[in-house]
């Protein structure tokens, strides 16, 4: 029963995260928007897809070789289903927090670095009916790139720490648990794309 609801839970803030992105560049900044899709495998339900809006309003538009890049806030929206909101008052969650871990890849013009980057999911009031958003936020690391030429980032799957509270904000009785989503086959996993020189 754990199990199974933790995953459900998974989605209420995925992300896919669902998720996170890695920063580079260290001249002005550029915008990145990204609609990407996660799976999340129910051991109750079966499986669940989960759409999520990535955004950043400072990915630099370029970096240098060797000169470390600049940190960059990150924002992953996603929309809970009346389902999985639903499950969260059967088991008396009425607010939802945690952390969300993203694997980031950065093609670096053919080298390629693997880099995780964490969210925070502040504490979201559960409605007693519909749909509800659920908005996670960090701050992307820096990175030195060694190579010149195009540089893209690309999102990948995601852990989920999530803890579901009663109303008085104590821990409901399944505590915190970790899921992990992955990304949907077949979509789009670019996020940004900029020039190392």
Same mark, same amino acid.
């Given at each position: 029963?754990?199990?199974?609801?933790?995953?459900?839970?998974?989605?209420?803030?995925?992300?896919?995260?669902?998720?996170?992105?890695?920063?580079?560049?260290?001249?002005?900044?550029?915008?990145?928007?990204?609609?990407?899709?996660?799976?999340?495998?129910?051991?109750?339900?079966?499986?669940?897809?989960?759409?999520?809006?990535? /955004?950043?309003?400072? $990915?630099?538009?370029?970096? &240098? *070789?060797?000169?470390? @890049? +600049?940190?960059?806030?990150?924002?992953? %929206? =996603?929309?809970?289903?009346?389902?999985?909101?639903?499950?969260?008052?059967?088991?008396?969650?009425?607010?939802?927090?945690?952390?969300?871990? /993203?694997?980031?890849? $950065?093609?670096?013009?053919? &080298? *390629?670095?693997?880099? @995780? +980057?964490?969210?925070?999911?502040?504490? %979201? =009031?559960?409605?007693?009916?519909?749909?509800?958003?659920?908005?996670?936020?960090?701050?992307?690391?820096?990175?030195?790139?060694?190579?010149?030429?195009?540089?893209?980032?690309?999102?990948?799957?995601?852990?989920?720490?999530? @803890?579901?509270?009663?109303?008085?904000?104590?821990?409901?009785?399944?505590?915190?648990?970790?899921?992990?989503?992955?990304?949907?086959?077949?979509?789009?996993?670019?996020?940004?794309?900029?020039?190392?020189?």
């Amino acid at each position: 029963m754990k199990t199974g609801f933790f995953t459900r839970a998974a989605a209420v803030v995925l992300v896919a995260g669902a998720l996170s992105v890695a920063t580079a560049g260290t001249s002005s900044a550029a915008t990145a928007s990204l609609d990407i899709t996660y799976v999340c495998e129910f051991s109750i339900t079966g499986v669940h897809d989960v759409p999520a809006l990535v /955004t950043s309003p400072d $990915v630099p538009d370029s970096a &240098t *070789v060797g000169v470390p @890049t +600049a940190p960059a806030s990150h924002t992953v %929206t =996603a929309t809970v289903s009346d389902d999985i909101r639903n499950t969260l008052w059967w088991i008396g969650g009425r607010s939802v927090d945690g952390t969300l871990t /993203t694997n980031v890849a $950065v093609d670096n013009a053919g &080298t *390629v670095q693997n880099l @995780t +980057a964490t969210s925070t999911i502040p504490n %979201t =009031a559960v409605p007693s009916s519909g749909t509800f958003q659920v908005v996670a936020t960090g701050t992307l690391p820096s990175m030195t790139l060694a190579n010149a030429g195009t540089t893209t980032i690309s999102l990948g799957n995601a852990t989920l720490s999530l @803890t579901p509270r009663y109303a008085n904000g104590d821990p409901t009785w399944i505590g915190t648990v970790n899921s992990p989503c992955t990304v949907k086959a077949g979509q789009a996993t670019k996020f940004h794309e900029f020039q190392v020189a």
